[in-house]
């Protein structure tokens, strides 16, 4: 996938590979020229990435490359142990859910997961659940209630599936217990915006006493292009609409919406996993030991407060 505003990026690091293997198979020297390509690329860099519109992070809040839950699982957690089904219905396989260990502590972690490629996108509904997948994320939500075990959550999904069948399954009602869960759940819950959080897709599991959100990532209820066509009937005014929703990282934070912004590696999450694995891990292991420190009581009264903050309107001068 290359993003419009990657591309004279990716040709001038096409440039660079060229001539390193020409340096390496011909025995020419071009040390020279190709340091040259490579301050030219990095200040190229800089200058895409710290100028980025709203509708660019959308576009690489969405990159098909970018790291999904499985991969935070793999990488900042040991010993996960998928658990599936809702116990009502089926598995929901847009919902990846677990016990596993966070540096030691046993936990349970969940999140969207999109896949990567046309089968795997298909299978699991491109990151868009289905009431079974909130009913799952409820089920192991309550279990780490039973058992005094923090909670994981990472958010990646264009909105929950708005299909009739999980209409007649009822949608609306397992987003609305799990957000009702949540906000009584004795354990600590952190939450990392990962990609795109869309609507009531997103919160059905992000309701938390930590939202984090990595940089190009996106929060919002609604995508661009769904505002685009109720306000303008155009989905091809997405851009446009993208700026008014307000939905990047630091909008949000300035909302009191995310508690914290996590920095992505220049040129973004997809171009180095391991940079952004231990951002995310560094924060999550220091929100967790501030939480950890409170009783059930005050994490409970610390999150109906930090909920009931939102949204609070003024008279207009």
């Known amino acids: 996938m290359i993003l419009e505003v990657e591309k004279p990026l990716l040709e001038l690091e096409r440039k660079i ?4 293997e020409v ?4 025995g020419v020297d071009l040390s020279a020229e190709i340091r040259l390509l490579e301050r030219k690329a990095r200040q190229l860099k800089e200058s895409i990435f710290q100028n980025l519109s709203a509708w660019d992070r959308v576009q690489l809040a969405r990159h098909v490359d970018r790291p999904g839950t499985l991969d935070y699982v793999a990488h900042l957690f040991t010993d996960f142990v998928e658990l599936h089904g809702d116990r009502f219905y089926a598995d929901d396989p847009a919902v990846v859910a677990g016990l596993a ?7 349970v972690v969940l999140g969207h997961q999109k896949g990567r490629g046309t089968r795997e996108n298909l299978a699991r509904n491109f990151g868009m659940p289905n009431p079974e997948g909130f009913r799952k994320a409820g ?8 058992f005094g075990l923090p ?3 990472f958010v990646d999904t264009p909105g929950a599936y708005p299909g009739i069948e999980a209409e007649e399954r009822g949608q609306f009602e397992a987003i609305a217990s799990n957000i009702a869960l949540m906000s009584e759940l004795p354990v600590p819950i952190l939450t990392v915006v990962i990609g795109e959080g869309g609507s009531g897709g997103a919160l059905g599991i992000a309701l938390a006493d930590r939202v984090l959100i990595l940089e190009n990532s996106v929060y919002s ?3 661009p292009e769904g505002c685009a066509t109720i306000l303008w009937r155009d989905a091809a005014r997405a851009e446009q609409a993208a700026t008014a ?13 995310v508690d914290e912004v996590l920095a992505e590696p220049l040129g973004g999450a997809h171009r180095d996993f391991e940079g952004t694995f231990r951002t995310v891990q560094d924060a999550l292991r220091h929100h967790l030991e501030t939480l950890q420190d409170m009783e059930g009581h005050a994490l409970l009264d610390a999150r109906y407060a930090k909920y009931r903050r939102m949204a609070v309107l003024g008279e207009a001068r």
């Open 23 to 26: 340096d390496r198979s011909a």
């Open 17 to 20: 590979r060229e001539l390193q």
């Open 221 to 223: 209820v609604i995508s």
């Open 245 to 257: 929703l307000g939905l990047t990282s630091e909008t949000l934070k300035r909302l009191g919406l």
């Open 101 to 107: 260990r966070f540096h030691g502590q046993p936990c």
């Open 151 to 153: 909670i994981f959550t």
């Open 139 to 146: 089920r192991l939500m309550r279990l780490a209630a039973r």
